[in-house]
Structures are given as structure tokens and as C-alpha cells.
């Protein structure tokens, strides 16, 4: 399911025009991505948490000259599912 898929069966469902669905799943996504770069986490209970994540600064090669990097470290988003939701996917 793609972005305008779910916007039309949230708006069928909701009897939200397919306009006001969107302008409402924009601004949730924005308001998740600016939580989560502030380090805060989004937890949204059933769902999931999406929170902000550290990836430690490692060791790898250039696959084209073999030479070893470093590669700094670096935050990533990240996604825990719930519960609820990990028992409806099995």
C-alpha cells in the first residue's frame, strides 16, 4: 500500500475528503519526524514507538579499493513495533 492508497481508505472510512485526509497524515508524519529529531520518542500505543537511535562509529572497506574507513557514528530513525500489532502481522 502506497501513500494515496491509504489516504483513500482513511478517507472512506472516515468520510474526510481525500484532501483533508492528506493535509492530516502530512501533518502527523511532520509532527512524528520533528519529535523524533528532537530525541524524543512517539509512542502511539497498539502501534508502535518510533524514537531516535545511535549507531556506533565502526570500521569498514571501500569495496572498490579495499582500503579501510571509518565510518562516524551516526542517529537513525527507528521503529518498535507494539504489542497489538506484532500479534495481528504472526
Known sequence: MNKAELIEKVAGETGLTKA????????????????????????????GTFLKAKRKA????????????????TFFPKFRPGAEFKNIVR
Open 20 to 47: 483533508q485526509t492528506e493535509k492530516m497524515l502530512d501533518c502527523t508524519m511532520d509532527q512524528v519526524r520533528k519529535a523524533v529529531k528532537k530525541g524524543d520518542e512517539v509512542k502511539l500505543v497498539g502501534f
Open 58 to 73: 565502526r570500521t569498514g572497506r571501500n569495496p572498490q579499493t579495499g582500503k579501510t574507513i571509518k565510518i562516524p557514528a
